[in-house]
């Protein structure tokens, strides 16, 4: 190495890296940030320059993970419409369901830390909604405003950013609910759930019965429907 002192931008990568690491093998709970400190080589007071808490390091990797998914650069390309707003909600939905066939693996760990997070102080909710927020909400927002342009939807609110959220925690809370062993609400085990969810949703934020039932059906490339997300974005 170089005796010139370290970049910030490069310090902060190699921190981002030795995190990744101890996440990956000690998961968030067993992880410290004295001991990610010791993985990247430098004092806990330095790595507490870069990122305050571990749950803001935390958040700061599954952001990045989030910016560096393919599928979901595709979305956020797609030229805002209807037709995009609905692929967004069902990405959204689908992730969420999707949590529930693995429900001991990483993605199903942090919607239980997200949960964690809210009925303590909340830090890394706050954290994680707001970069989520940044990445996706511009995207929302102008398919939405798209969708009202054309008479797909009618205005609902002042706030349209806040039906982004209400759509999030509609999947999300629908999801959790039947995530333990034994689920808190079963739903019937209604094989049509998701697309039901994804109908309750549409209405939600505004769209019209036909615009629904126009893209509701429609084909989808597979690999946009899994990019939406908060716990990979």
């Known amino acids: 190495m170089s005796t010139l002192r ?10 981002l890296s030795a995190a990744k690491r101890c996440f990956a093998q000690h998961g968030f709970a067993g992880t410290t940030t004295k001991s990610v400190a010791a993985a990247a080589s430098i004092s806990e007071g330095l790595l507490f320059k ?15 993970e989030c910016e560096a998914d393919p599928g979901l650069h595709k ?9 995009t707003l609905v692929i967004l909600i069902r990405g959204m939905v689908g992730h969420f369901q999707e949590v529930l066939a693995a429900p001991e693996q990483e993605e199903a760990q942090r919607m239980r830390l997200m949960i ?9 909710a706050r954290l ?10 511009a995207a929302f927002t102008g398919a939405l405003e798209q969708a009202i342009a054309q008479g797909d939807a009618s205005r609902v609110g002042n706030t349209p950013l806040n ?10 809370m629908a999801s959790l609910a039947r995530l333990p062993p034994v689920p808190t609400l079963p739903y019937g085990n209604d094989p049509g759930l998701e697309r039901q969810l994804c109908e309750f ?5 505004g769209l019209t019965e036909a615009a629904i039932a126009r893209y509701i059906d429609l084909e ?8 939406v997300t908060t716990e990979s974005a």
């Open 163 to 172: 039906l982004f959220w209400f759509a999030h925690h509609t999947a999300m």
């Open 201 to 205: 949703i549409l209405r939600g934020i």
């Open 50 to 64: 870069h990122f305050p808490t571990k749950s803001a390091l935390y958040a700061e990797i599954l952001a990045e």
């Open 128 to 137: 994680l909604f707001e970069k989520v927020g940044r990445l996706i909400g």
């Open 116 to 124: 964690i997070s809210h009925l303590n102080d909340g830090e890394f």
């Open 220 to 227: 989808i490339s597979p690999d946009l429907l899994p990019a």
């Open 75 to 83: 979305l956020l390309g797609l030229p805002p419409s209807t037709e």
């Open 6 to 15: 370290m970049t910030h931008d490069l310090r902060r990568e190699l921190i």
